[in-house]
Each structure stands twice: as structure tokens, then as C-alpha cells.
């Protein structure tokens, strides 16, 4: 039994990770280790291990590192602490493989870990790029460390060839997200109301907004500038926290000041979960934010996006997006809730896969021979 250890470090990305993790639990090939990180352990974003060990997974190990704080030194803080302790889980678990999605510091730092301990790495949505964060430069370092590669496009799949990794290792998979989009049992409108405790409106927008961690904007500034065009609209609006990175604090203190204006209209989630998150993104009109969830799974639910500012720039576009600047949010609201518009969303396929990752990820996984030596591949 080829031992995978799991390591995830927030909402966000165990809601992307679940459909693998639920696989390698039932694999009679593979043996599940699970390690919560980061976020999942801090009370300002919802205590989310709790949601983990709801949903019947077992946690080998919780590992407390996040410094809350918006600090410049805070995020530097969390990963060393975080390759600090994961060292010491990876010693005691002693996984075959270390299975990573994404682009986050804590995830750097489980690869970071995993590599100086010679222990194979499987990297979930690599050659991807995000140029307002500093995600960007995170991304690209994993895939350098790992060995096993799961993208979500083809033309991610090549850039991850480009960067030197062999094409024997390199697989078009497509995004692990579509497939809770299309296998989750999600709920109803007013299955979604009861549990929000909230009544959605003739016309609702669902509001995530995370730090541009390259950008030099004024982050309070910019949230007043949104807020002021939002408030325009007569729109009921369902916010989410945003998530642990320099600022985000911020985003989230202001998002509850602003929806204590207004409780009827606005209505404010710490963690809605992967099952309330994608619901939300079902029922509402709009999706209003920078979230890669946006990007990615919204338009396998045909809605329109409207992306705000550059932290996305550079990934590949479902035709429902449209990216806007502040100064423009109102006009490109305006048009992606037009009868034009809407009716070129229903007619989108999503670039980012049909719900089958999952499966060709386990496929790989129980396959696929390892080792932690690898050659750079010329083109």
C-alpha cells in the first residue's frame, strides 16, 4: 500500500482536494495520511479542521503555524514554522508521496520539507499563473521540486514541460474542482437560505475578494471604492472571508462593517465550505471578486464573473469572465447581468476539465513508479 500524505492549508484548497482525498480513502492501493495546516487551525477563519474530520477523514496531524497577523513578517513567520513542524510529521508518518494543490506559503513549505527529506512530491495545478501574487513565484518553485505533475489544461501541462519536467510525468488531468461541481449533492435555494439563516433576493451576487499580495494599492482605499459601487446595485450580496494572506484581515474587517449597514441585503460567512460555496455559486446571479474559484469552477455553472483588478491575470479565461478595474466595476456588473451576456454563458464548455480528475489523479498515483532524482528535460 503506497502511503499519500495529504497536506492542505485551507478552505479553499481542501474543498479543491476532497474528491482525491475521498479516492485515496476508498484506493486498495493506496493508504490516506491527512495533515491540516495553517488556516484550518486558526479561529479567525472558522477552526476548518473541524469541517475535515466532519466530512470522516482522520487527521495524522494538525500543525498550528499561522501568526495572525498583517505584519510584512508574519507570512515569513508561518512557513518557517510550518517546514519546522511538517518535518517532523513527515519523520514519524513516513509517506511514499506528498500530494500538494497549489500555490500558498504553507504549501511551499510542505514541499520544501518533502524535498530536503527525499520524499516524492505530487503537485495538483501547477503551471498555472496568477501575476498579481506572489502565488506566481511559489507555483513555479513547487513544480521544480516535484515529480509528479497535475494540471488542469493542456496548455498548463506544456508549460510545466517547458520548465524542464519530463513529459512522462507531466498529465492533463483538468481542475479536481469541476468534479465536486458536477458529483457534489449541492443544495436547493431554500435549502441554501435555511442554512444561511438569510433570504436570497430577485437578484444576488456572491462576493470573494483576496489580497493582490504584489500590488501596492491601498487595500482599505480600494474596499471603499467597491463597497460604494456594490452598494448601487439592488442586490442582495453574500460575502466570504477572505483568506490568510498580508491583508486579508483587513478584507475581512471591513466586509463585516460593511454588511452591518445592511444585514438584509448583505450577509457576511467566515467559512461557507465547499458544499455552501459551490450551492452559493449555483443560486446567485453573479460572482463578484478575484477568487480562482471564479475562474476555474463558475463557469461550469454557466454564471458570469466579474474579476476585479490583476491577481488573476495571466490564467486562462472562461468566456463567462469579465475583468474589470475598480473604476469600471459598475459598468462591467452592469453588462454580465445583460440578457447578451448571460445567454453567452450558458453556452460555455469549462476549458478546465469535465469532472474526471479525481480518477486519472488515483490512476497515477497507484501507477506511476517514484523517485526523487530527476533529470532537467531539454525541448
Given at each position: ?255 463585516e462593517n460593511f454588511c452591518l449597514k445592511n444585514n438584509k441585503k448583505y450577509k457576511v460567512v467566515k467559512n461557507l465550505g465547499q ?105
Amino acid at each position: 500500500m503506497r502511503k499519500i500524505c495529504v497536506v492542505t492549508g485551507t478552505r479553499a484548497d481542501y474543498g479543491l482536494l476532497y474528491p482525491v482525498i475521498k479516492k485515496i480513502k476508498l484506493s486498495t492501493k493506496l493508504t490516506l495520511q491527512l495533515i491540516a495546516t495553517n488556516a484550518h487551525l486558526s479561529s479567525n477563519f472558522g477552526m476548518t479542521y473541524k469541517q475535515i474530520e466532519q466530512d470522516g477523514f482522520v487527521l495524522d496531524a494538525k500543525i498550528d503555524n499561522l501568526f495572525s497577523s498583517d505584519e510584512i513578517t508574519s507570512i515569513p513567520k508561518s512557513t518557517g514554522l510550518a517546514l519546522s513542524l511538517l518535518s517532523k510529521s513527515f519523520e514519524k508518518l513516513r509517506p511514499d508521496v506528498i500530494l500538494i494543490l497549489g500555490d500558498r506559503y504553507e504549501t511551499h513549505a510542505a514541499a520544501t520539507a518533502a524535498m530536503l527529506m527525499k520524499i516524492p512530491i505530487a503537485h495538483i495545478h501547477g503551471g498555472e499563473s496568477t501575476e498579481g501574487a506572489v502565488d506566481e513565484y511559489i507555483r513555479h518553485s513547487i513544480t521544480k521540486m516535484s515529480f509528479l505533475h497535475f494540471c488542469s489544461t493542456e496548455f498548463y501541462r506544456k508549460r510545466v514541460i517547458q520548465m524542464g519536467e519530463n513529459p512522462n510525468r507531466v498529465f492533463n488531468t483538468g481542475a479536481p474542482g469541476i468534479d465536486n461541481v458536477l458529483n457534489l449533492k449541492l443544495l436547493t435555494k431554500s435549502q441554501l437560505e435555511s442554512e444561511l439563516n438569510w433570504k436570497l433576493s430577485s437578484k444576488n451576487a456572491l462576493f470573494t475578494y483576496h489580497p493582490a499580495t504584489l500590488s501596492d494599492n491601498n487595500i482599505l482605499s480600494d474596499l471603499k471604492r467597491i463597497f460604494k459601487t456594490l452598494s448601487k446595485f439592488n442586490m442582495n450580496i453574500l460575502f466570504t472571508f477572505a483568506n490568510a494572506d498580508s491583508g486579508g484581515s483587513i478584507i475581512n474587517k471591513e466586509i463585516e462593517n460593511f454588511c452591518l449597514k445592511n444585514n438584509k441585503k448583505y450577509k457576511v460567512v467566515k467559512n461557507l465550505g465547499q458544499v455552501k460555496y459551490l450551492s452559493a455559486m449555483r443560486c446567485v446571479d453573479l460572482i463578484i471578486g478575484n477568487s480562482s474559484s471564479g475562474i476555474i469552477e463558475a463557469a461550469s455553472f454557466h454564471v458570469p464573473v466579474v474579476n476585479i483588478g490583476d491577481r488573476q491575470n495571466g490564467r486562462l479565461r472562461n468566456e463567462n469572465v469579465i475583468d474589470c478595474s475598480i473604476e469600471s466595476l459598475k459598468e462591467s456588473i452592469n453588462i454580465a447581468l445583460s440578457d447578451v451576456f448571460l445567454s453567452k454563458c450558458q453556452k460555455i464548455e469549462n476549458i478546465y476539465g469535465k469532472g474526471n480528475a479525481s480518477e486519472v489523479i488515483i490512476q497515477k498515483l497507484e501507477q506511476q513508479l517514484l523517485s526523487q532524482k530527476k533529470i532537467f528535460f531539454d525541448l
